[in-house]
C-alpha cells in the first residue's frame, strides 16, 4: 500500500499513518512468517536429497545382494549337479525363492525328494584319455581320430 493512494482518497494525515503503521506491522508478520516457509523448503530439500541417497544407496545394497545370492546358489546347483536342464531350472526357481539360511536346507530337502534328478556320485574318468599317468600327451596318439 502506499501512501499516495490513501491521500488521494482525501484521508487526515493521522489516519493515513494510523493505517501505514497497521500495514506495516502485517507486511512484517507474513515477511516472517514466509521466512519460516522458506527455512522449513530448506530442511526438506535437504531431507528429500538425504532420502533419495539412502534409496540409491539401498538399491546398489540390494544388487550387490542379490548377485552374492545368485553366486551361492550357482555354486549349490554345481554341488548338487542336477542330472537334466529341467531339474537345474527348477532347483534355481525353488532356491532363488528362499530367504537367507534355508537355501542349504530347501537344496537338501529336494534332493531327498527327488533323487533321481541328482547325480550322487562324481563322474568317473573318462574311458579314453589323451594323456597318460605322468599328464604327458601319449606320442602315439592320432588326435585325428578321437573326433
Do not use: Q, W
Request: proline share 3%; hydrophobic share 35%; aromatic share 4%.
Amino acid at each position: 500500500m502506499k501512501r499516495e493512494f490513501l491521500e488521494e482518497l482525501g484521508l487526515d494525515k493521522s489516519i493515513i499513518d494510523a493505517i501505514m503503521s497497521e500495514h506495516g506491522r502485517s507486511v512484517s508478520a507474513l515477511k516472517e512468517k514466509c521466512k519460516d516457509y522458506d527455512e522449513k523448503d530448506g530442511i526438506i530439500a535437504s531431507l528429500t536429497a538425504e532420502r533419495d541417497g539412502l534409496i540409491v544407496s539401498l538399491s546398489e545394497e540390494n544388487e550387490r545382494h542379490a548377485a552374492f545370492k545368485n553366486g551361492i546358489i550357482d555354486e549349490m546347483i554345481k554341488e548338487a549337479r542336477p542330472s537334466s536342464v529341467l531339474a537345474k531350472n527348477e532347483l534355481r526357481r525353488v532356491l532363488s525363492e528362499c530367504e537367507g539360511g534355508c537355501i542349504r536346507a530347501e537344496l537338501e530337502k529336494i534332493m531327498e525328494n527327488d533323487p533321481e534328478a541328482f547325480k550322487r556320485e562324481k563322474v568317473s574318468a573318462p574311458v579314453f584319455s589323451a594323456f597318460n599317468s605322468a599328464d604327458t600327451p601319449i606320442s602315439s596318439l592320432n588326435y585325428r581320430t578321437v573326433r
